[in-house]
């Protein structure tokens, strides 16, 4: 399964000949620098662009494209080199400037089978001409890649300068000047056809979104079909156009021999083969009925772009996160520059001692306090009526969301099916900032997981928060019960299993929900030897898969290796655990999530501070939750404090025995 990355986000790559295929709006050039361990290009030897397209396990595009294949061969690139990094960039004097008036390009890491390994669509581009959009680097002796996303508006110059090249500058002269002389022999793209010869294709799965048609050479939409070949775009190095199908005569044959009928003279020439199928585009999203004069657009669930619902949902549901972020910053920069003018005024009125006496010196300060008021109500405007439209938004795209994103009381739970496919991503929790009132918005985590997860059952910096640790440890383990279940519920039968250590069996009441409804792979693990045991064959296996993974070997496991995703709970860390078991854990922490291993960990970092700085890694590499609500997630674009609310079952409710119960009596045929 494609692994969609987002920015940040990596995954581990099992072959070493790859390709890398790039989808835009519009012509861009291609490249990739290689960089030693410091990330740093050594010289313009080690940049491939179109002036200097081949280095040893590289091979980039000649000319600029709306399609790109770059291929790599990972075991020939030298030794010294760690990373490849993956380029962008505008054409200078051909088109748009910056990349946030074109499509958002996507690109692919692909087998030589063309089977998709991973992907990323970049957005969020503005005013940069030129990005890097991924990185394969090396880590413990494998391959990985990583979506970057990382931009420049100072375009190719800025790129390479900081990569540590040199001669950035003259080298992105020269990459521009051989793309100018590229495209000045290029083929001018043919007008556009008449709706009855208009072929236009939308691109494929993996492009912006349907409703952005395939462009052409030159960035004319839907007039000419992509080419078939990475390196088949018109231009001077070879202008080559397909033609299958074509028969020269009066008529064309398709494989059965059927005839069909010649197209008409001095008509445009079908080049497509009459036999061949493609892939049906999407249904189009829906679209919001019509607005009142003056008033905004009525929200539509599902109305962002995307190839499925469910993706439409999940980039509604980031939309609306970047929305409320960008719209909370705008407020709490002119609430700033308000509070700045209004006491640069007030100083300037009382620098001059004749103002502090008499009525002068206030008929200032209250001025001043006026145009504050207005500029912060001004503000505060701004905010509510873009709160007003994502609340509008909200209530119509949480009704709509499919389980695997919906809160525990929404009713679509009450028809769960166990699913035949693995979602996107899955709901953690909810975000809402403190201007934004009762709105939240769904914390969304891409599937399946790239980090662990860490319910910090400790004390929180938040005056209204819990003080009782044991109601904190038992808030803790409900979490981690219901983001379980959750995990449970949305992985297809059999494909996810879950294992617990309690050493001390303190979690058996929060656990009860997952050992009556027998989906544990067993019975939790309590005392020493049960940890031992536990940590010791998840590690065992992690080792198994990555040797196989490296050795590309898949068919060496042991016959007996379970393949599923597993999910480990530790309940009150580290009690229970001794030095070895400690250096396990962090072992899983580490490698597990690239071989399909994750945690789910319940600590107090506090109780762990005898450990020192041993555990600081492990911490890191968790994504920290809270079972209260409390402000330590930051997004970023803006860096706002964001407040975590956990996911939790209402009370009272029997979804999540339902839920599990419908779990179990799926996976018993695959228990046999």
Excluded: C
């Excluded at 390196?231 to 008529?251: H, L």
């Excluded at 079908?270 to 003056?294: E, K, N, V």
């Amino acid at each position: 399964m494609t692994a969609e990355l987002v920015r940040g986000q990596n995954h581990p790559l099992s072959q070493v000949r790859l390709e890398v295929r790039v989808s835009a709006g519009r012509p861009v050039v291609a490249g990739a620098t290689l960089s030693d361990e410091q990330g740093r290009v050594r010289g313009v030897e080690w940049v491939a662009h179109p002036g200097a397209p081949t280095l040893p396990g590289l091979e980039v595009s000649k000319q600029a494209a709306a399609d790109h294949r770059l291929a790599f061969d990972l075991d020939a690139l030298p030794g010294t080199v760690h990373r490849v990094s993956v380029l962008l960039a505008l054409p200078t004097g051909a088109g748009p400037a910056r990349f946030g008036a074109v499509a958002a390009p996507f690109v692919a890491v692909t087998g030589l089978d063309g089977s998709e390994v991973a992907s990323y669509t970049l957005t969020g581009l503005d005013s940069e001409s030129a990005v890097v959009a991924l990185e394969l680097y090396r880590r413990q002796g494998a391959w990985k890649v990583r979506a970057v996303g990382q931009g420049y508006a100072g375009g190719l110059a800025d790129l390479l300068a900081d990569q540590g090249l040199p001669e950035a500058r003259r080298l992105a002269d020269s990459i521009n000047e051989a793309v100018a002389q590229g495209l000045a022999r290029s083929v001018s793209a043919p007008p556009p056809r008449t709706p009855e010869g208009d072929r236009s294709r939308q691109a494929a799965a993996s492009a912006p979104g349907p409703d952005q048609p395939h462009p052409g050479p030159q960035g004319a939409p839907g007039t000419v079909p992509p080419p078939s070949s990475p390196y088949d775009t018109p231009g001077g190095q070879g202008a080559t156009v397909p033609r299958q199908g074509y028969q020269g005569g009066g008529a064309q044959t398709d494989p059965s021999g059927v005839a069909q009928p010649a197209p008409p003279a001095g008509g445009p020439i079908d080049y497509s083969h009459p036999g061949r199928q493609t892939s049906a585009p999407p249904p189009p999203p829906p679209t919001a009925p019509p607005a009142s004069p003056g008033q905004p657009a009525r929200p539509v669930a599902g109305d962002a772009t995307g190839w499925s619902m469910e993706e439409r949902l999940y980039n509604q549901v980031w939309g609306m996160f970047e929305d409320l972020a960008r719209a909370t910053a705008a407020y709490r920069s002119a609430v700033d520059f308000a509070d700045s003018r209004m006491e640069q005024e007030l100083d300037r009125a009382l620098s001059d001692p004749r103002s502090r006496i008499g009525g002068q010196g206030d008929t200032a300060r209250e001025a001043a306090q006026a145009k504050h008021a207005d500029l912060v109500d001004q503000a505060r405007a701004a905010l509510d009526r873009d709160l007003a439209q994502l609340t509008a938004e909200s209530e119509v795209v949480e009704p709509a969301l499919p389980a695997a994103y919906a809160r525990w009381d929404n009713p679509v739970w009450h028809g769960y099916r166990v699913p035949m496919e693995i979602p996107m991503a899955v709901r953690l929790g909810d975000l809402r900032l403190p201007e934004s009132g009762e709105l939240s918005i769904p914390l969304l985590v891409r599937l399946p997981l790239e980090r662990g997860l860490w319910i910090d059952s400790g004390r929180t910096t938040r005056e209204d928060s819990l003080a009782d640790p044991d109601e904190l440890r038992r808030l803790a383990m409900d979490t981690v019960v219901a983001n379980a279940a959750r995990l449970l519920a949305v992985y297809p039968a059999g494909e996810f299993t879950v294992h617990v250590i309690d050493p001390a069996g303190s979690a058996a009441s929060s656990l009860a929900p997952l050992v009556r409804s027998g989906v544990l792979a067993g019975p939790p693990a309590a005392g020493a030897t049960g940890v031992a045991d536990v940590l010791t064959r998840l590690t065992q296996r992690v080792d198994l898969v990555q040797m196989a993974v490296r050795g590309r070997a898949a068919d060496a496991l042991p016959p007996g290796l379970d393949t599923a995703e597993q999910l480990l709970i530790v309940n009150d860390f580290p009690h229970g655990f001794d030095d070895r078991a400690v250096t396990q854990l962090r072992y899983l922490a580490d490698e597990g999530p690239a071989v399909g291993v994750h945690l789910m960990v319940v600590a107090d970092r506090e109780d762990a501070a005898g450990f020192g700085p041993l555990l600081d890694p492990m911490w890191r590499a968790l994504l920290r939750l809270t079972p209260v609500p409390d402000d330590h997630l930051a997004d970023p674009w803006v860096g706002h404090a964001w407040t975590y609310e956990p996911a939790l079952v209402p009370r009272g409710s029997e979804v999540l025995q339902q839920v599990l119960s419908r779990v179990a009596a799926a996976r018993r045929p695959w228990d046999r």
